[in-house]
């Protein structure tokens, strides 16, 4: 009689149990790896989006003109408004880009505002307004808790807005504070260009058809990868 060979029931059951645990720990591994995998995709999107962010503040601060505008009514605004109005931080920035060489200005007003869910940026088409000009606002950044604007002074001091009673001693530099859940308190430190006044005739200040701000700059990438101008040692040993 010819004996056979092969399993056992409970060989089989045991080699069964085996590959399941395996198969469920394979499983289990793999949805890790991919929850990990989109995470860290999530994570560098929103580390992208932080730096157009940064790249952007200094690329229009960078550019400030003092050039004062007038509001929806015909007041006055100054050039440079810091926590002054409705927004916390609103200046008037050359080298506005015109390839189609439309009849406009090369000049545009630009402000900052967090309207308690993202940072967003305002612009406006013309400078001074009349009560029919309707801005244009971009969404930078959601996630957004708060948005804070001092200005430094040259002795490395904050002050929170500029006032008639501070003379000539203008502020060198603007700090913005963003706060966001993810990022926590973010603070970015960009000096204000050298004091020139915007002179509206003569051609020492006149823009006319012929000027262009736009000349000096030859290439795409220097629009959107500003070289901002760093604090003085001065006012960087102090405000660190």
């Known amino acids: 009689m010819t004996r056979a060979f092969g399993f056992t029931l409970l060989e089989v059951l045991i080699a069964m149990t085996i590959f399941s645990i395996l198969g469920l720990a394979s499983n289990q591994m793999l949805r890790s790896v991919s929850s990990i995998e989109r995470q ?57 880009r015109n390839p189609l060489k439309l009849p ?23 400078l001074d307004r009349a009560q029919d000009t309707t801005p244009r606002v971009q969404t ?21 807005v500029i006032t008639a009673a501070d003379g000539d001693e203008l502020p060198v530099g603007v700090e ?15 000096n204000l260009p050298e004091y020139v006044p915007f002179l509206t005739q003569g051609r020492a200040g006149t823009l006319d058809s ?9 290439d795409q990438d220097a629009e959107f990868d500003p070289a901002a101008q760093p604090l003085s040692p001065l006012v960087l040993d102090v405000a660190l």
Request: zero cysteines; aromatic letters at 10%.
């Open 40 to 96: 860290m995709g999530e994570r560098t999107d929103e580390y992208r989006t932080l730096v157009r962010v940064f790249k952007m503040i200094d690329r229009d601060v960078s550019a400030l003109v003092y050039r004062g505008v007038r509001d929806d009514f015909g007041d006055p605004i100054s050039a440079v408004s810091v926590n002054q109005g409705v927004y916390p931080l609103e200046f008037t920035r050359g080298g506005w």
């Open 104 to 126: 406009r200005s090369q000049l545009q007003r630009v402000a900052y505002q967090y309207n308690g869910e993202a940072l967003q940026r305002v612009v406006w088409l013309v």
């Open 140 to 160: 930078l950044m959601t996630g957004v808790t708060d948005f804070k604007v001092s200005l430094i002074k040259a002795d490395g001091s904050r002050q929170e």
């Open 176 to 190: 913005l504070t963003i706060t966001s859940e993810l990022w926590g308190d973010l603070t970015r430190r960009v």
């Open 210 to 218: 012929e000027d262009n701000l736009n000349d000096t700059e030859t």
